[in-house]
């Protein structure tokens, strides 16, 4: 079964730094492109960074220069590493991987950052 797994999430300060991880299934890893969003309350889910199967990394306008999207070919895993964190970046941050025959989705991890 292909399966996403997010950790990670937790309560930080603003201006703090949080890394999150996420374990991808090994029989689409080599070959998704892997990213990440995030959906605040209220609000709809939006992109923050993708990494393609070739390490190639986008990212939107409102995490550029805050956030850092690497993966660990060896442990199937994808990391995002936010720095300067901000109350409006709270959400529950998805994993999300791009194959050819759709979308496929983690559970989120919460992120919440206190002012």
């Known amino acids: 079964q292909v399966q996403l797994v997010e950790s990670g999430g937790g309560l930080v300060q603003a201006g703090g730094s949080l890394r999150l991880s996420c374990a991808v299934s090994?029989?689409?890893?080599?070959?998704?492109?892997m990213g990440w969003y995030r959906q605040a309350p209220g609000k709809q889910r939006e992109w923050v960074a993708t990494i393609t199967s070739g390490g190639s990394t986008n990212y939107a306008d409102s995490m550029k220069g805050r956030c850092t999207i690497s993966k660990d070919n060896a442990k199937n895993t994808v990391y995002v590493h936010m720095n300067r964190l901000k109350p409006e970046d709270t959400a529950v941050y998805y994993c999300?991987?791009?194959?050819?025959?759709?979308?496929?989705w983690g559970k989120g991890t919460l992120v919440t950052v206190s002012s």
């Open positions: 090994k029989s689409i890893f080599s070959s998704a492109v």
């Open positions: 999300n991987a791009k194959i050819l025959i759709g979308n496929i």
